[in-house]
């Protein structure tokens, strides 16, 4: 699985194409009190109820607060066969927010 750092996700979201999306895997408490505009929220722990839609996206890059939640998100997901998936690391919606960049 490609392993990128959170500002390397922040250079891809200028570009972001149409079948690519951003999967927040905080709870949606921490969701709702601001997100990376266009995301969508699932619970790490239930990225598995969704795995079979995740599989029509060409990449699907999953990030949580600091890294740990996305990582076990990423392994959940390549575990059931997923492909398409790039783990968010190195700082994720903490460094986000830190570095000021737009929230939703």
């Given at each position: 699985m490609e392993q990128i750092s959170i500002d390397q996700l922040h250079e891809?979201?200028?570009t972001l194409g149409d079948n690519e999306v951003i999967l927040d895997v905080r709870s949606p408490g921490?969701?709702?009190?601001?997100h990376i505009p266009g995301a969508r929220n699932t619970p790490h722990e239930?990225?598995?109820f969704i795995a079979d839609e995740l599989r029509d996206y060409d990449t699907v890059y999953v990030h949580c607060k600091m890294g740990g939640r996305a990582k076990i998100a990423s392994q959940t997901l390549e575990s059931l066969g997923l492909t398409n998936i790039v783990c968010v690391g190195n700082g994720g919606m903490?460094?986000?927010?830190?570095?000021g960049w737009p929230v939703e």
């Amino acid at each position: 699985m490609e392993q990128i750092s959170i500002d390397q996700l922040h250079e891809r979201v200028q570009t972001l194409g149409d079948n690519e999306v951003i999967l927040d895997v905080r709870s949606p408490g921490e969701f709702s009190e601001g997100h990376i505009p266009g995301a969508r929220n699932t619970p790490h722990e239930e990225v598995d109820f969704i795995a079979d839609e995740l599989r029509d996206y060409d990449t699907v890059y999953v990030h949580c607060k600091m890294g740990g939640r996305a990582k076990i998100a990423s392994q959940t997901l390549e575990s059931l066969g997923l492909t398409n998936i790039v783990c968010v690391g190195n700082g994720g919606m903490q460094r986000w927010r830190d570095m000021g960049w737009p929230v939703e």
